[in-house]
């Protein structure tokens, strides 16, 4: 394995706050061999920590963190896929939960923690954790940018010198450092990141593991794409010059978080370290269930109990966030209002096929009562009809009956087409006025189609 220097010069990556461009290069990446050091494909949780981080909410209260960190043992399952859980240990209530968690006995996910690159805070953790930690994450930025720019370093050398302090102490306590390269993706990969990775492997016999961090959330996910942006070529090179254990950290700044993950999974790196709902600071982390379910659909399921999800989304809207309705996976993600789709939706029960339009049964993540037809401004008939029978069924018990072909269907979607058209203003210059905003639902289109009933039936004499 070639042996390489430190580069004396600064690199860095100045675009005047435009935005950052990808260049791609002429070869794609390769994927490295399978081997123990890049499976199985595990995930971290970062929810607690860089999850908690969110500038969306002041506070993820104590008890709200160990009601998630039951569900989460509950959704690996015993498998030991969902590896491990970071957080912190700076405040009196971090120290609490770390007690309570660590109380708790579970062996999966482990209980993992993060700390500053100063010796004094391993020291720190040793004491507080007496013994129970056995790994710890530890900063060390990997960027020029953060190097010379945020923490005022003189030189790269110093940078190494000071991140081996602390790396060195936690072997000193018999702790695994978890070495954060830091906005790796405007790092001077050649020239820092494996020279100082090369340096920390020699130096703790190959035990040190590093988590490669994509802070700013630049990264690409195409195999052609250059270094240090190029997430294939960046996780593949540095398996390729240092052959250690990498785990990858993805930010969702341009909407990439999960794809990225995935490409880092897929060249070489065996941890994806992900919060559930893509909490964290800006635009969040990668999303643990996005990772999840796709990891599933790559390298199968190794037993998760997935209908844990809708049960943790159900926890972080009351106790943390409201969950985006438009986040895959877990959001209110299985309606839908274009007649088109509505009746693709009516028939898929009974088709041969399977699922028309759904990409998966939302009963595989605990939902088990998902309004698959809301009736808007696009609905057709067969939403409207599976939104009455429903509603019948409701109210009676009794299956309902009626078909797109009754007329009192179709005199209910004229009324309904006709409250979002609106009504014409005095001159009709302006376009239409009081166009209905709201969907419709069950009791109202119920009562349309009574009245419309009602109204066909024959008077008596």
Not at 390 to 417: F, H, L, P, W
Not at 430 to 457: C, D, K
Request: with cysteine; net charge neutral.
């Amino acid at each position: 394995m070639k042996h390489y220097e430190v580069n004396q010069q600064k690199v860095f990556y100045n675009y005047l706050g435009e935005l950052p461009p990808i260049t791609m290069g002429p070869d794609a990446a390769v994927m490295p061999p399978s081997s123990a050091t890049t499976h199985p494909k595990l995930l971290t949780d970062t929810t607690l920590r860089d999850g908690s981080q969110d500038p969306h909410f002041a506070l993820f209260l104590n008890d709200a963190k160990l009601k998630y960190y039951d569900l989460l043992h509950d959704l690996d399952n015993g498998t030991g896929h969902i590896e491990q859980i970071e957080v912190f240990i700076y405040q009196k209530r971090d120290i609490w939960v770390l007690d309570a968690l660590l109380d708790r006995g579970y062996e999966y996910p482990q209980v993992t923690t993060w700390t500053r690159a100063l010796p004094k805070d391993i020291k720190s953790l040793g004491s507080i954790s007496k013994g129970r930690i056995k790994e710890t994450g530890m900063l060390a930025s990997s960027s020029d940018h953060h190097i010379f720019d945020k923490l005022k370093y003189t030189s790269k050398e110093v940078a190494i010198e000071r991140y081996i302090q602390p790396i060195m102490t936690a072997c000193e306590y018999n702790i695994r450092p978890r070495v954060h390269l830091e906005d790796t993706t405007k790092a001077d990969v050649y020239g820092f990141v494996i020279p100082f990775m090369q340096r920390v492997l020699r130096e703790t016999n190959g035990w040190a593991k590093f988590r490669v961090c994509d802070t700013s959330g630049w990264g690409s996910p195409d195999p052609y794409a250059s270094l240090p942006i190029g997430i294939p070529k960046l996780i593949s090179t540095l398996i390729k010059e240092t052959g250690a254990e990498l785990e990858f950290h993805g930010h969702n700044d341009f909407g990439m978080a999960t794809a990225n993950t995935m490409a880092a999974l897929a060249y070489g790196c065996k941890r994806a370290n992900v919060a559930f709902a893509g909490l964290g600071e800006r635009s969040g982390n990668t999303s643990l269930e996005q990772v999840l379910v796709n990891s599933i659909r790559l390298y199968g399921d190794p037993g998760f109990r997935l209908k844990e999800l809708s049960e943790i989304r159900n926890l972080l809207t009351e106790s943390v966030i409201q969950i985006p309705a438009k986040q895959p996976i877990i959001g209110d993600v299985f309606a839908t209002q274009a007649g088109i789709h509505q009746s693709g939706v009516s028939r898929q029960n009974a088709a041969e096929g399977g699922l028309i339009y759904l990409p998966f049964d939302a009963r595989i993540i605990g939902d088990e009562a998902k309004e698959l037809n809301l009736i808007g401004a696009l609905s057709g008939m067969d939403g409207i009809v599976e939104v009455l029978n429903r509603q019948v069924e409701q109210k009676t018990g009794r299956k309902g009956t009626y078909k797109v072909s009754s007329r009192a269907v179709k005199s209910a979607y004229d009324n309904i087409q006709n409250a979002y058209d609106g009504s014409m203003g005095e001159d009709g210059s302006n376009g239409p006025v009081n166009q209905r905003r709201t969907f419709f639902y069950g009791e109202e289109i119920l009562s349309m189609v009574r009245e419309a009933e009602s109204n066909r039936r024959p008077r008596s004499q």
